[in-house]
């Protein structure tokens, strides 16, 4: 049996190419998971999907307070994942709302959800405090190196 150790991941933040990649592979997967609950039919999921896509989305990638990123492994040079949270606001509290984490079928069990949920929780924390400070994004690279046991 062959053990993968994710050295590092990257969060690329979805430019429009990527988004549309989301799209096409998220619509249709969240409308196939209504209609096998019972809560849609066959008929109308695919339309529905798309409108509530539209209606969280309606700016793409760059719609206030959602935060989209591509997870990339550079060991692989691959796009290994998904990434969606939204930045939920109270007078007082910020809360992240996540919306999607998922791991490509052929790089899941190498420990890039359990990276993704850890890099998740310091953006999310990192944003509302320099959000509070009145800093904005204008770009995003992160890097962690870790170490291997032994």
């Known amino acids: 049996m062959r053990t993968y150790t994710a050295l590092m991941l990257h969060l690329r933040p979805m430019d429009a190419g ?26 109308e999921a695919q339309a529905r999907s798309e409108r509530e896509f539209q209606d969280l989305l309606p700016q793409g990638p760059d719609t206030p307070d959602n935060i989209l990123y591509t997870l990339h492994d550079p060991h692989e040079d691959a796009d290994v994942g998904v990434l969606w949270y939204a930045l939920q606001r109270t007078p007082h509290a910020t809360t ?33 405090l320099y959000e509070k400070l009145g800093y904005h994004a204008t770009n995003i690279n992160m890097r962690k190196e870790l170490r291997q046991p032994g």
């Open 18 to 43: 990527a988004f549309a990649r989301f799209l096409a592979r998220a619509v249709p997967e969240y409308a196939a998971e209504k209609v096998r609950s019972g809560q849609w039919s066959p008929e």
């Open 96 to 128: 992240a709302f996540i919306y999607e984490v998922e791991v490509f079928e052929a790089y899941r069990r190498r420990g890039y959800a359990t990276q993704a949920f850890t890099r998740l929780e310091a953006d999310a924390a990192a944003r509302a």
